[in-house]
């Protein structure tokens, strides 16, 4: 028969250098997360470069037909027409061959979604931003030049070159999108 003396103690039952030992993982484990914190952090972008080029969401349920909203993206205003089905049918219904940059409307237009239409607003002439719902294709004019063009962005009279640029978009659903 064996007998425990006194400094001795029973395998199940903690001791002090049991606690000092967990107390002691617990502030090192705190601290090593509180060194690497900063550590990780930093190598997360500026929030000035996420501002210029991170996407942007879009709802587009607020926006009634007819209605053209700008938004801003890498610093660019953006057009979002939501286009009245006469609209979309004047834009469609155009002799494409006759256009200066010929491009049919459903080229500028995501399929399914033909009432939206999505613009880089900068003239493509020499970068003015046109106004919304003006000329003589109750489209966009470059006040600065006169630029005209119609609800699809395309140029129609003046002298800028080329049709209004469109952005890299996508339909998140029927009502968001995400430009970027």
């Given at each position: ?8 103690s029973?395998?199940?039952?903690p001791?002090r250098r049991?606690?000092l030992?967990i ?13 690497l ?13 996420i501002?210029?080029g991170?996407p ?12 053209v909203?700008?938004v801003?993206?890498?610093s ?30 459903s080229?500028r237009?995501?399929p ?10 900068i003239c493509t002439?020499?970068g003015?931003?046109p ?36 952005p890299?978009?996508?339909f998140?659903?029927?009502s ?5």
């Amino acid at each position: 028969m064996t007998t425990m003396s006194s400094a001795e103690s029973s395998p199940t039952e903690p001791t002090r250098r049991d606690y000092l030992f967990i107390a002691t993982s617990a502030v090192a484990a705190v601290g090593a997360a509180g060194a690497l914190w900063p550590l990780i952090a930093q190598m997360n972008p500026d929030a000035s470069t996420i501002a210029a080029g991170a996407p942007i969401e879009v709802d587009l349920a607020p926006i009634a037909q007819g209605q053209v909203i700008k938004v801003f993206w890498r610093s660019k205003p953006i057009f979002i027409n939501h286009r009245t089905k006469k609209q979309v049918e004047d834009a469609r219904n155009v002799d494409v061959a006759k256009l200066p940059d010929p491009q049919p409307d459903s080229a500028r237009v995501k399929p399914g979604h033909e009432q939206w239409q999505v613009l880089i607003a900068i003239c493509t002439h020499l970068g003015c931003i046109p106004l919304a719902d003006q000329g003589a294709y109750d489209g966009y004019f470059c006040p600065c030049h006169g630029s005209v063009y119609d609800t699809s962005g395309r140029i129609r009279q003046g002298p800028a070159p080329l049709n209004l640029a469109l952005p890299p978009y996508e339909f998140l659903s029927d009502s968001k999108i995400r430009i970027g």
